[in-house]
T-cell receptor, first 114, second 117 residues
Framework: AQSVTQLDSHVSVSEGTPVLLRCNYS??????LFWYVQHPNKGLQLLLK??????LVKGINGFEAEFKKSETSFHLTKPSAHMSDAAEYFC????????????FGKGTTLSVSS | GAGVSQSPRYKVAKRGQDVALRCDPI?????LFWYQQALGQGPEFLTY????????KSGLPSDRFFAERPEGSVSTLKIQRTQQEDSAVYLC???????????????FGEGSRLTVL
């Protein structure tokens, strides 16, 4: 069975500093991995996805993530945080089996201070 | 807009009441998912439809939960005899692709927040 573990429930950064949100996954198959963002009172939005192509994936709003099979990790990074990045971030795994849903981590709350 | 629409956005029910939550997916989307998101937690899978067929209902927590998508478009999640532990945000998501986990990007609605007193 597949699962994801988000290693930090809350991350605080200053505006303009780098962001690192950590995620480890477990999957019996070759997984697809995603990061979704949830702003308050808004629907979940896809940031980026890895589907066995390039291991370094670029997403929207300057975010990127690197798939490391040896470490079973898919950490999310951004070089410089903006105030608008403050939100809840979810790491998500799918094992690519037909009929299988996406499995979400518990989420990391990102706070950005000025 | 043409996004996923859910109604009602907020629902307060007394324990024991039945509730129905509606999801209007993006037109033409084949796949439809329901998720339950408890406070401070990530969404948890409830059920999956491909068109009108309910292919996976393994996440439904009890037989009080029932979902349908009779014409392969609008879906309704029904909870009978609500309990306090049913309080959560219920999220609907759709995708133009079939195949469950192979659908890649899911388009989520804003959710229906259910509070059971």
């Amino acid at each position: 069975a597949q699962s994801v573990t988000q290693l930090d429930s809350h991350v605080s950064v200053s505006e303009g500093t780098p962001v690192l949100l950590r995620c480890n996954y477990s999957s019996s198959y070759s997984p697809s991995l995603f990061w979704y963002v949830q702003h308050p009172n808004k629907g979940l939005q896809l940031l980026l996805k890895y589907t066995s192509a390039a291991t370094l994936v670029k997403g929207i709003n300057g975010f990127e993530a690197e798939f490391k099979k040896s470490e079973t990790s898919f950490h999310l990074t951004k070089p410089s945080a903006h105030m608008s990045d403050a939100a809840e971030y979810f790491c998500v795994v799918s094992d690519n089996q037909a009929g299988t849903a996406l499995i979400f981590g518990k989420g990391t709350t990102l706070s950005v201070s000025s | 807009g043409a996004g996923v629409s859910q109604s009602p956005r907020y629902k307060v029910a007394k324990r024991g009441q039945d509730v129905a939550l509606r999801c209007d997916p993006i037109s033409g989307h084949v796949s439809l998912f329901w998720y339950q998101q408890a406070l401070g937690q990530g969404p948890e899978f409830l059920t999956y439809f491909q068109n009108e067929a309910q292919l996976d209902k393994s996440g439904l927590p009890s037989d009080r939960f029932f979902a349908e998508r009779p014409e392969g478009s609008v879906s309704t999640l029904k909870i009978q005899r609500t309990q306090q532990e049913d309080s959560a945000v219920y999220l609907c998501a759709s995708s133009p692709l079939a195949g469950g986990g192979n659908t890649g990007e899911l388009f989520f609605g804003e959710g229906s927040r259910l509070t059971v007193l």
